[in-house]
DNA sequence: CAGTATCCGAGTGGATACTG
DNA sequence: CAGTATCCACTCGGATACTG
């Protein structure tokens, strides 16, 4: 324990993976291997009901990029085509995403069990 | 998979534990079991090396009482004390906020590693 | 000690329009 | 298709002062 003097692991996480849309991204990568940027949207629209603007997205996986986490692929055709997927260091995000859709779920679970019981 | 229709497992999971200093104070009564309120500003202080203040502790602190995941003990006397710990429920978030704690320290250790390295 | 109340500036992120 | 640029309303959360 103590590692790395005073700099707290817990804080440095939030800052790189847990930044507001960065967990259901980097969730979808998981899931999908390779994402388009417009499928991005679709694919967050659907999940979470609610819409990410391009100017969101872009700064989230520009962000994501950085440091390392995904791979942005550029095909030079008309119309662009740019895909993302998880770089090695990305998939090592894998557990720490299960551990969030599963305590997710049940917390859902839970909380729509618990109409009658009080 | 797909549970609960369409409702989303990750945004729930944030919303819920990876709002602001959630994770920290989280991390700190994993690790403490039972803390008082002046001594999550102590801790939160010298692990974050950021100060946060009362009004900022007491609202996470009471929606994370809402949310079932802490208990709130106060011992009536003077001068007031009150104590807080993870409820069975609160419980559960251990696994992540060890996941987190993990990927911090490795991330830290890259990081610093990445010095002449290239 | 463990809060509550108020004020307010900085930054966030949504909406919208434009581009290669 | 995959962005960039700009504008701005709104929220967030820090600072500060007060309280049982």
Redesign the pocket.
């Known amino acids: 324990m103590m590692s790395h003097d005073n700099i707290c692991p817990v804080d440095t996480t939030l800052s790189i993976l847990f930044?507001?849309w960065k967990p259901v991204i980097l969730f979808h990568l998981h899931n999908q291997g390779t994402v388009?940027?417009?499928?991005f949207q679709r694919l967050i629209r659907l999940s979470t009901k609610?819409?990410?603007?391009?100017?969101?997205?872009?700064q989230q996986?520009?962000e994501l990029e950085e440091d390392g986490l995904i791979y942005?692929i550029?095909y030079p055709e008309v119309?662009?085509?740019?895909?993302?997927l998880l770089t090695d260091y990305g998939k090592t995000t894998k557990t720490m995403i299960e551990e969030i859709v599963k305590w997710g779920n049940d917390h859902l679970d839970k909380t729509i069990r618990s109409n009658g019981t009080s």
Chains 1, 2 share one sequence.
């Open positions: 930044k507001k388009r940027f417009s499928e609610r819409t990410i603007t391009k100017k969101m997205l872009t996986l520009r942005r550029i119309p662009p085509k740019v895909e993302y």
